[in-house]
């Protein structure tokens, strides 16, 4: 039998592709890892949560994992929001000297007389809390911190977990979903609690 002898380009283009198939699926492995290392994630308990403002500080990333969500089934839509408007703002306007978001991550849209909806642009959030503090502290307490699983990096000893106050910040299972106030049952609670 007469074995195909490869030239120069073929065998230069054969290689290039092996390289390339290997590196995709090694790049598809780390990030299946990563994202799951263990099978458990990083999660924060909006319920132990005092909004101490370190997951924006002591996260490995530049810009923390951590991002504030709305739990919009607990939202009344106020006009004047608690965690948009600074305390004391006179003239509710969306000017930057009214906001309580350093970074302007939260939209307000006018849906009708007297309500407003507030939208997460998670990209301008840095998870400092600063309006899950002032939405706990002057209204219903809808705007939560959560830890993005697609853009933690799982560390094996999560740096906010080490600083965190109230111990908010526990490995749970990557099939669990996270933890929200919106539909909270008394009896759910207890269920978290003896994770």
């Not at 997951?55 to 990333?61: P, Q, R």
């Not at 000297?97 to 849906?111: M, V, W, Y």
């Not at 503090?133 to 809808?142: E, H, T, W, Y």
């Not at 049952?185 to 269920?191: E, I, L, M």
Request: hydrophobic share 35%; aromatic share 8%; proline share 3%.
């Amino acid at each position: 039998m007469g074995e195909k002898k490869y030239n120069r380009r073929e065998f230069i283009n054969r290689s290039m592709q092996v390289t390339a198939a290997v590196a995709v699926g090694g790049l598809a492995a780390l990030a299946i890892t990563k994202s799951k290392a263990g099978g458990t994630v990083w999660q924060i308990d909006p319920f132990e949560c005092t909004q101490c403002g370190r997951c924006a500080t002591d996260c490995v990333l530049t810009v923390s994992a951590v991002k504030c969500v709305h739990a919009y089934d607990l939202c009344g839509y106020c006009d004047l929001c608690g965690g948009y408007f600074k305390p004391g703002v006179k003239d509710l306007n969306t000017g930057a000297e009214n906001q309580l978001c350093p970074t302007a991550a939260i939209e307000r849209r006018f849906i009708e007389e007297p309500y407003f909806e507030y939208i997460i642009n998670e990209d301008l959030c840095i998870g400092c809390a600063k309006c899950v503090a002032g939405c706990s502290a002057f209204g219903n307490g809808s705007l939560i911190l959560q830890i993005r699983h697609d853009l933690c990096v799982n560390c094996n000893e999560c740096s906010i977990a080490r600083v965190c106050p109230s111990n908010a910040i526990h490995r749970v299972s990557a099939n669990k979903p996270y933890i929200i106030k919106g539909n909270f049952v008394a009896d759910d609670k207890s269920r978290w609690e003896n994770r």
